[in-house]
């Protein structure tokens, strides 16, 4: 079983619909987690950064952490075709006896106009 | 700022050449990172650098080499390439606080294929 699960998808939405991705770990020294958006062909891209459980909101997108359940989302609002993306999840922690982020696999979305 | 620079974009080998992918930020990160990306593998590290003049392995080392040229650069090797290292190549960086990464950078990455 891998350390971080994440719905490869693909994940198709209209244009406007509000997204959910969602990540599962099993690890509950991870604290610090990342949303990561790629596009076909291009290095992955930071998108959202959260320490421990909580919501973080920038713009149209949402980040939120639940420690308890060891499960992440990223939500997005009034999705846009410019959305179409690949979406990974990201996480770190101080006593996970490793200095690199795990990585989920990621999540494929494609926004329909 | 560039960011995380890469070089080359696409290589393609024959099998047992050699070649050296760089990797260059100019953000003041002390720790940087080389991972491969296969489809449905997501990112798996092969190399890192905690800081300048220290290397590690990662879930992937067999078949590569690195060297933290500076605090600025990192490069991969490959010293006799395999049709099985056939992938896209990322180089990362990112500042550390303890022994904990916290955000890491990309680059835009290097496609090799491997005949």
């Known amino acids: 079983q891998k350390e971080v699960e994440q719905d490869p998808g693909p994940l198709s939405v209209p244009e406007g619909a509000i997204v959910s991705l969602n990540c599962t770990y099993s690890?509950?020294?991870?604290?610090?987690f990342m949303w990561y958006r790629q596009y076909s062909r291009k290095g992955p891209e930071l998108l959202m950064y959260?320490?421990?459980?909580g919501n973080k909101e920038d713009g149209r997108f949402t980040a939120q952490v639940d420690k308890s359940s060891k499960y992440i989302s990223l939500f997005i609002r009034d999705s846009q075709p410019s959305d179409s993306a690949t979406y990974l999840c990201a996480m770190s922690g101080d006593d996970t006896g490793r200095r690199a982020l795990t990585f989920g696999s990621g999540t494929r979305l494609q926004v329909q106009p | 700022n560039a960011g995380v620079t890469q070089t080359p974009k696409f290589q393609v080998l024959k099998t047992g050449q050699s070649m050296t992918l760089q990797c260059a930020q100019d953000m003041n990160h002390n720790s940087m990172y080389w991972y491969r990306q296969d489809p449905g593998m997501g990112l798996r590290l092969i190399y890192y650098s905690a800081s300048e003049g220290t290397t590690d392995k990662g879930e992937v080392p067999n078949g590569y080499n690195v060297s933290r040229l500076n605090k600025r650069e990192f490069s991969l090797r490959l010293e006799s390439a395999a049709p099985s290292q056939t992938s896209v190549y990322f180089c990362?960086?990112?500042?550390?606080?303890?022994?904990?990464?916290?955000?890491?950078?990309f680059g835009p990455g290097t496609r090799l294929t491997v005949l």
């Open positions: 990362a960086s990112s500042r550390t606080s303890g022994h904990t990464t916290r955000e890491q950078f």
């Open positions: 959260t320490y421990s459980s």
């Open positions: 690890n509950s020294a991870f604290q610090y």
